[in-house]
């Protein structure tokens, strides 16, 4: 490989998947897969395969798919994850198991309960067994960022002896500060007498913020695999954010020196796609893929940038993809036009029918909205992506109505498993009260914890997306759905969030459960 190049590692459907109600269907991330795969991104980790008979299905359907990316499943150090892993692994082109165990005195004495030199006795038998059944195989040292030094040094010796490639140094708890994380790469790759046999890799967590800092300091000191996710999302503050790093990267090639293969023009749609998909909505301001990333408000901003672009911008907003979101199609246009921009945005339909039912609610939309952008087109997909989740409650029908004088009302027309059922009630505006009526009738016993909305697109007439998060029981989801009418699509959102609590997906946590 060359020592110029630094290997993309998204975990998105793995690390991503691990926040609060970003739970994805099987056919769901697919699609992100694709996405990513399309993007360029080296390493997919597609999941846990071990953490239930859904997550093991979709590691095995996205390595019977993806073709140009490795395609990665996580293991704890255990036999039985890592053969799981290596079985759902089976069709991929190119497959990796990525094992890993905890090394910091914290998670060894409370978490595993066990010695130090039982854990690199475990760490060399876990390698040794994804070996022998795949060559591509990497180890990690869960919480790295607070494990010590020497003991670093001792695992990842033998790791590498027992057949590890690629050496991966989390900071799980997102604790470090760049000089010092970078530090520690200096010193791994110093003191470890095999370390020219590995590639290592970086895996930081952001909760003070600093986790693509850490990650680009980690680069500088000799790291050559970051380990990320489209929009930053991951457990607690999340992860290191890609579309950061690639254009951190790509934007200070003069002091950083190295490159990576992302196809940047492809992050935006990535974003969207995963935004909607998870229903976790990326804040205006974000770096890169926020709707103000590249939006001039001030008047000697918006001076200075018609005169001379540079000015005020380090980036140009095409390279990451934001000129794409340009009017594409209309009313008038045909079906494989549809099919054919879908497929460039990374977007492919799994069968005939899928394809005409997508085709037939774009048809819908184009009634109301006469320019469809690809925000429009792929918030259109997204909507129906979720085959595998139940149909319990369905909308059928619904008006509710707005005035500055009396209590805004709502009627609600439901098909609940089958059944049609109708309910009204008043709120404090239109969208509690639909909100309220749904309730009236559903029962559902869960709490409102988030509720949020989006223009996808510029313009009165843009679709509005919401984002509705349950929760009950420690459960939580999050439901989503667009619209060109903000009301119809918070009671879709809300509709789709139900129906996604009353799906019991049962799943193990990697990093909680017992080894
Ligand atoms: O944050 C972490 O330590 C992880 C490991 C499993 C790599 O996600
Ligand atoms: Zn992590």
């Keep these: 490989m060359n020592n110029n190049q630094v290997i993309i590692f998204d975990t998105t459907l793995r690390d991503g998947e691990q926040s609060p109600g970003a739970s994805m269907t099987r056919s769901e991330k697919l699609q992100i897969a694709r996405a990513l795969e399309r993007m360029n991104v080296d390493v997919i980790e597609a999941g846990f395969a071990m953490a239930s008979p859904g997550d ?24 039985a994850d890592i053969d799981r892993a290596a079985e759902a692994l089976k069709p991929a082109v190119s497959g990796r198991i990525h094992t890993f165990i905890a090394t910091s005195p914290i998670h060894m004495k409370h978490k595993l309960r066990m010695e130090p030199d039982q854990v690199i006795a475990q760490a060399v038998h876990a390698v040794k067994r994804a070996r022998n059944q795949i060559d591509d195989v990497e180890f990690s040292c869960e919480d790295a960022g607070r494990s010590e030094l020497d003991f670093l040094c001792r695992i ?32 791994l790759l110093q003191r470890i007498p095999n370390a020219d046999k590995a590639v290592f890799s970086v895996h930081c967590h952001n909760d003070l913020g600093l986790a693509v800092a850490n990650s680009l300091q980690a680069v500088v000191n000799g790291a050559r695999q970051i380990e990320c996710t489209i929009n930053g999302l991951g457990e607690r503050a999340g992860n290191a954010s890609l579309e950061e790093i690639v254009m951190a990267i790509r934007t200070r090639n003069d002091l950083l020196n190295v490159e ?43 001076d200075g940038v018609l005169k001379h672009r540079e000015t005020y911008e380090i980036m140009r907003a095409e390279d990451v993809g934001w000129q794409n979101n340009k009017m594409v199609l209309g009313k ?13 945005l990374g977007v492919t339909f799994d069968s005939r029918e899928a394809l005409n039912e997508a085709f037939a609610r774009f048809k819908t939309l184009a009634d109301k909205k006469s ?29 509710a109505g707005s005035s500055t004088e009396g209590t805004p009302e709502a009627t609600v027309s439901l098909e609940i498993n089958g059944i049609t ?20 009738v559903v029962h559902s016993g869960a709490t409102l914890a988030l509720y949020s909305v989006n223009a996808i697109t510029g ?9 509705v998060r349950l929760t009950r029981d420690g459960k939580v989801v999050n439901g989503s759905a667009a619209d060109t009418d903000i009301v119809i699509a918070s009671a879709k ?11 019991d997906i049962v799943k193990a946590h990697p990093q909680v459960s017992e080894v």
């Design 156 to 187: 990842i010796e033998a790791a590498i002896d027992a057949g590890a490639r690629t050496i991966n140094i989390p900071d799980t708890v997102g604790y470090n500060l760049p000089h010092q994380f970078g530090k520690t790469i200096n010193q």
């Design 493 to 503: 959102a809300y509709i789709n969030a139900l129906n996604l609590l009353e799906s």
């Design 421 to 440: 059922q109708i309910a009204r009630s008043g709120g404090d505006g239109p969208v509690d009260a639909i909100f309220k009526a749904i309730e009236s």
């Design 56 to 79: 093991f299905e979709a590691v095995k359907a996205i390595a019977e798919t993806v073709k140009a990316s490795t395609v990665c499943s996580l293991s704890r150090a255990l036999d």
């Design 332 to 344: 008038l246009s045909g079906r494989s036009a549809f099919s054919n921009r879908l497929e460039e």
């Design 260 to 302: 990576t293969n992302i196809d940047t023009q492809l992050i935006v749609p990535t974003s969207r796609l995963v935004s909607g998909i998870t229903g976790f909505p990326v804040q205006p301001n974000k770096a890169i893929v926020g709707a103000n990333a590249f939006s001039h408000e001030s008047g000697i901003h918006q």
């Design 371 to 399: 320019e469809i952008f690809d925000a429009d087109l792929l918030a259109l997909v997204r909507a129906k992506s979720n085959d595998e989740m139940p149909d319990e409650y369905r909308l059928l029908h619904l008006e």
């Design 459 to 467: 313009g009165t007439d843009s679709q509005g997306e919401v984002g």
